[in-house]
């Protein structure tokens, strides 16, 4: 092998090597972001919530996470960020008899300042209703601009 080849061979394994080292500084970046983006979805689903009629007659609201097709609870910073009260509650602390029940999760990058936030929302003795919102980070934070009412991946 010659000087030449060598060193292009040095320079391309550089490159992919520092490819590699941006993409899982990125996802670790988007890891750390993930509770901001999930209150911001929870604060406005409970917000709206609060409207329905038979929410406010019957008081608590459940919130959880749909973590590996499975559903948490919303973890201490993301249940301190919500609005405060025994209203709302954890997945795993609410009574049967729940007002309403509000699960966030996957969340779908679309850029690194967009999210679409999939969602679960049942109010009771209705059926559940699968939500999808918009989430962009504006002014250094997250802001739920609202549910996306038609999705066309075009």
């Known amino acids: 092998m010659n000087r030449t080849s060598a ?3 040095v320079l391309s394994l550089s490159i992919a090597a520092c490819a590699g080292l941006a993409e899982s500084s990125s996802a670790r970046g988007r890891d750390l972001q993930t509770d901001a983006i999930l209150t911001e979805v ?3 689903q409970v917000q709206d919530l609060a409207k329905d009629a038979a929410v406010q007659q019957q008081g608590v609201v459940c919130v959880g996470v749909l973590k590996d097709n499975a559903t948490v609870d919303p973890g201490r910073r993301v249940m301190q960020q ?3 009260g025994d209203r709302i509650r954890e997945q795993s ?3 049967a008899d729940s007002a309403g029940t509000l699960v966030v999760g996957p969340i779908d990058w679309i850029a690194d300042t967009e999210v679409r936030v999939r969602s679960v929302r049942r109010v009771r003795h209705q059926a559940a209703t699968p939500v999808v919102y918009r989430v962009v980070r504006d002014a250094g934070r997250w802001v739920c601009v ?3 009412l038609a999705y066309d991946p075009l």
């Open 7 to 9: 060193s292009l061979a």
């Open 146 to 148: 609202g549910p996306i």
């Open 93 to 95: 602390r609410c009574p």
């Open 82 to 84: 919500l609005p405060a």
């Open 42 to 44: 929870l604060r406005y």
